[in-house]
């Protein structure tokens, strides 16, 4: 296992007789007999646990814990303590120790303590690097918003983070950026500080998600060796973002809908009840509407969770964006890359506003992530994009000359049209006034049209009076 653990013992056999039997399971052991000798480990030496004895020659269990947290405040504790002391150990727990055990005890019973302890702080690290990195994204500005449509969208963002429990639906095509509008919910928010977990609902099995989210109990099931916490208890006074919602199995969904209906859910094979304070934010590229009317998906979490919907556009809805977000993902590129590419040639952009992106914000990022791996130039010319985009606009740019060809040949149709109506007209004017021997009155009358009528066309067609065919 390689971690290292400090025992601190002032009883020598059964320090040794545990040191023993660690080493044995592969822990690196350090050992002291007092308080005092502890703490010089603990502030010399790196410490992955620490097996500490209540009662000590030279202190006791509060006041050494006290010291071990202001050293390593994220280092796990297990107190070792005897049944009297079982009152001051809770006291101990409470004031940031991991657990304490009763002795005496069996060895296989402190490793599987030991073994939670441990998978219990690298989770927490786990969880505390995930919310400083998308923290860090953040900060980098990552939200390109200068086309109306998005700032209505963050606009809507700015209100919904002022509340901390509402629950929010995200929705958008495949790659528009959801998760980092729900990054801007949880950031922008009180609950901040807390934790920001992040579920695919798509890419975990079915048999499996429900363990992920609720955790499960000892025994719950056949490889249920211990007890397990659900992402919705780690995501206490956080956030947890359901990514894909509309693929969560529907036997599953009565389940979440408690979860926001009460606050509580219990772990797979539990008895109790537990509570957490979670804001649930939900993210799909499916119509759930039509997912309902379809019977895929519950009615009553659908609105449950379509408290506050935000619409996210796509990329050919929010052309003003791309030239910014090209920008971005450039500058990021560049650092990843080391590389000095100042941007995209006119010719470039020029394609990359006239094609449709049906990929979205994550076919331009893989886009100009290949654009700048391969150039060799410091701006990236029309010759390093995929097929598809110079293919689209070429075939876009026929279907418009074929529409402007339709145009002119229409438009030349009609006037051909005109003019042949024109002559059919001026021949029958001409012949009804031979027949009425240049009476105007009569001619008028074997056309069916007024007198006026008449005159007004003898005029448009030039006819002089005594004018014949």
């Not at 928010?189 to 109990?217: H, Q, W």
């Not at 990329?315 to 993902?329: G, K, N, Q, T, V």
């Not at 470039?348 to 130039?377: C, D, H, Q």
Request: aromatic fraction near 6%.
């Amino acid at each position: 296992m390689g971690n290292t653990i400090l025992i601190v013992e002032d009883e020598e056999t059964l320090r040794f007789s545990l040191s023993h039997g660690l080493i044995l399971k592969g822990f690196h052991i350090m050992t002291a007999e007092d308080g005092k000798a502890g703490i010089s480990i603990v502030k010399k030496h790196v410490i992955d646990l620490a097996l500490l004895d209540f009662q000590l020659p030279d202190t006791n269990g509060l006041s050494m814990l006290s010291e071990i947290k202001k050293i390593e405040p994220n280092l796990p504790v297990i107190i070792m303590t005897g049944h009297g002391d079982i009152k001051t150990s809770v006291e101990a727990m409470k004031a940031g120790a991991y657990d304490y055990i009763l002795k005496p005890f069996e060895l296989d019973e402190m490793i599987i303590n030991i073994s939670k302890a441990l998978d219990h702080r690298r989770l927490k690290e786990q969880v505390e690097h995930i919310r400083l990195q998308q923290k860090d994204d953040m900060n980098l500005g990552r939200i390109i918003a200068e086309s109306q449509k998005m700032r209505e969208a963050v606009s809507l963002v700015d209100k919904i983070s002022q509340t901390p429990k509402t629950s929010v639906l995200i929705f958008g095509e495949s790659g528009v950026g959801k998760e980092m509008i729900a990054n801007l919910i949880h950031y922008k928010s009180s609950r901040a500080s807390g934790p920001f977990i992040k579920v695919n609902c798509a890419a975990i099995p079915d048999t499996m998600l429900e363990a992920e989210l609720f955790g499960y109990e000892k025994g719950a099931f056949t490889d249920a060796r211990s007890s397990k916490k659900g992402l919705f208890e780690l995501a206490n006074s956080g956030t947890i973002l359901l990514d894909e919602i509309g693929e969560m199995n529907i036997n599953l969904q009565p389940k979440l809908l408690r979860i926001i209906e009460t606050q509580s859910y219990r772990r797979i094979g539990g008895t109790r009840d537990l509570t957490c304070d979670v804001r649930i934010v939900a993210a799909t590229n499916k119509n759930l509407a039509s997912e309902v009317k379809k019977g895929n998906f519950r009615e009553d979490l659908f609105y449950r969770l379509n408290v506050m919907p935000v619409y996210v556009p796509p990329l050919r809805e929010r052309l003003e964006d791309i030239p910014h977000l090209s920008a971005l993902f450039i500058s990021q590129f560049n650092m990843e890359f080391k590389k000095k590419v100042s941007g995209l040639s006119k010719e470039a952009e020029r394609l990359f506003l006239s094609y449709s992106w049906p990929g979205n914000i994550r076919e331009l990022k893989n886009v100009i992530e290949r654009a700048m791996i391969i150039t060799e130039g410091d701006i990236i010319l029309q010759d390093l994009l995929p097929p598809e985009i110079v293919n689209e606009n070429a075939k876009a740019g026929m279907i418009e000359e074929k529409r402007e060809m339709e145009k002119d040949t229409n438009q030349s149709a009609k006037e051909n049209q005109d003019y042949s109506l024109n002559t059919v007209t001026k021949d029958l004017i001409l012949k009804a006034l031979n027949s009425a021997k240049g009476n105007r009155s009569i001619a008028a009358k074997s056309l069916g049209i007024s007198r006026t009528t008449l005159w007004k066309k003898l005029k448009d067609y030039g006819i002089e009076e005594g004018a014949k065919v």
